[in-house]
């Protein structure tokens, strides 16, 4: 790893009172999301335990961060497909989290406004269509597959909270209910007298 910089608490107070002082000195990239940011960059807060520190925005891009949208550092940009990409990356691996438009937003360092924007003119629907998008073809994967789960356990593991909710989307989406699906599916695996026993909701 190319980082030669220490936190010292002198480092650590600069980035947390976004000290605008120290903007050039040195750079701070957050290994959760992958992103680097000047010192002054308003955004949340990282966890000391996640920061690498960088004297230069080379060395971050060497060490495979990516400048954030909201403090440009070095005024380097990345083209909005490219976080498009990685906004689709974490959906495809957190769509059964609580994901909000905030949430997308606090990770790649963009206001909310800007992202549903963004997102809408390169994918062509909002993220939280997006969002139900992969929820429901999880769910119908799920359905498909001989399994004891009930269709508010599914609901749930796919990210839908409301069971409700999830079978009205469900159907408009399909045109059917979750209970006819996995009743007119074909199951592709179907092993043993397990499968059997999925009637329920
Ligand atoms: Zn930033």
Redo the contacts with the bound molecule.
């Keep these: 790893m190319p980082t030669s910089m220490k936190m010292t608490d002198e480092l650590w107070q600069a980035i947390i009172h976004n000290d605008s002082a120290y903007d050039g000195r040195f750079y701070y990239g957050v290994r959760t999301t992958g992103i680097f940011?000047?010192p002054s960059?308003k955004?949340k807060n990282p966890n000391i335990e996640h920061v690498n520190l960088f004297e230069n925005a080379e060395q971050a891009v060497a060490d495979s961060f990516r400048p954030?949208k909201?403090?440009k550092p070095d005024n380097m940009r990345l083209p909005d497909e490219e976080w498009v990409q990685q906004l689709i990356q974490l959906i495809e691996e957190r769509y059964e989290e609580p994901l909000t438009l905030q949430v997308l937003a606090d990770t790649i360092?963009a206001s909310p406004y800007h992202l549903h924007r963004m997102f809408k003119r390169i994918q062509g629907e909002t993220p939280l269509e997006y969002i139900q998008k992969i929820r429901l073809r999880e769910a119908r994967r799920i359905l498909s597959e001989p399994s004891h789960l009930t269709v508010s356990e599914i609901a749930k593991r796919v990210g839908f909270p409301n069971s409700a909710y999830f079978a009205t989307l469900f159907h408009k989406k399909t045109g059917m209910t979750p209970s006819d699906y996995r009743n007119n599916t074909p199951k592709a695996a179907e092993t043993g007298t397990e499968a059997a026993n999925n009637k329920e909701v």
Excluded: K
């Design positions: 940011c000047r960059c955004s954030c909201r403090c360092h």
